[in-house]
């Protein structure tokens, strides 16, 4: 991040701005809708920036900027579309002591002005320091769209209000008060009643918050999906948003932990693959001590929390102490690697059932049907299984697998450092030792990546035609 993102309090303060063209008037509609006190340096203004003059609602002076002219000024923008008058004035301003944006110059602008839409007090804005501004536009637009326009007078009649709702407890009694105000009571009552329907229904609502108590808690176990933020379901962000607490696995990234509020609590509980781990126990508790204490509870899992999250465990623990849960599902690893090779997990005529294994297990592994398993079509979604790719492959190939059965393994599934290892069972421990995997990997056993198989059917439709 190049450029900090603030709000500057310009109200009373001088900006000032030099041009008087059309790159003048796109930064003074914005500009205007400030409570600054602009004046406008211009020899030559176009008759807008006049009628504005007239209307006293900037300042204009006819004549170029000399030095000066932005002392005291919070701001200064360089707008004369001539880039040598452009460099004049801004090395004038910012020896006045001003913070300078030359319009158009990213290199040379001290602040940049992003895109923003207005429903003030609410204000958003969008930047990409220059990289995007087509990306700001549509973000733009898509807010534009989605923020109701009464968003301002309820923002404007709950800033009023809120001396009175400090009689609540910080916290997430006040959070749920306001949020049911601003996205609940308060837009039904502004489109009966407009703004006394906002300030009674404001009214009726603290009354509410104040009679009842607390909301009662709640444990979340939330699926994170396989990676991929833009792959968690919009079940799991609502249950983020509310969350007090997040208590994640080691596996889930950072672009999900993000979109958790920003003053919830974020707990790693770690457990590693045959290394050091926070044991299940010491989660349970974690679990149950947080929600005991009154706070909405996120327990995040990689994947789905269904497939090898030991969720019955957790489950247990929370209704041993009389917690309620519920359960979000993901978008488990098996579902996101098969994606990844463009190939699906079942097929017809070529396998009606899947079997999903751990490698994590080995006890339990040992225990498999290896020899349903190593049936032609069969095929198979192997979790955790790198550190045991050789007491798989010995297994299958004992029980009469066939050496060029295609295994897949699948690191960092639906992520941008996805990587696809296609190999045949019979070099499956040599090629992934190889490959020195580091990520969580997933192996496909029976599939090949598609485009593997198609450059295979093309060799062989070569051969036959020679």
Known sequence: MKHFPIFLAVEGRRIVLSGGGDAALAKLRLLMKTEGRITVFAADPVPEIEGWADQGQLRLVRRAAEPGDALCAALFYAANDDDAEDARVAALARADGALVNWVDNLGESEFITPAIVDRDPVTVAIGTEGAAPVVARKIKKDLEESLPSALGLLARIGKAFRPMVEALPMGRKRRDFWSEYYFDKGPRAVAENGADGAQEALDGLLASYKAKNGRETHVSFVGAGPGDPELLTLKARNALHEADVVIHDRLVPAGVLELARREATIIEAGKTGFGPSMTQGDINALIVRHATDGAQVVRLKSGDPTVYGRLDEEIEACDGAGLRWSIVPGITAASAAVAGIGQSLTKRDRNSSLRILTGHDMKGFAEHDWRALARPGEIAAIYMGKKSARFIQGRMLMHGADPETPVTVIENASRADQRILST????????????????????????????????????????AVQ
């Open 424 to 463: 045949r069972l019979s070099q499956l421990e040599p090629a992934l030792r190889d490959a020195a995997m580091t990520g969580p990997a997933l192996m496909l056993y029976g599939l090949a990546p598609r485009a593997a198989l198609a450059a295979i059917d093309d060799t062989a439709l070569q051969e």
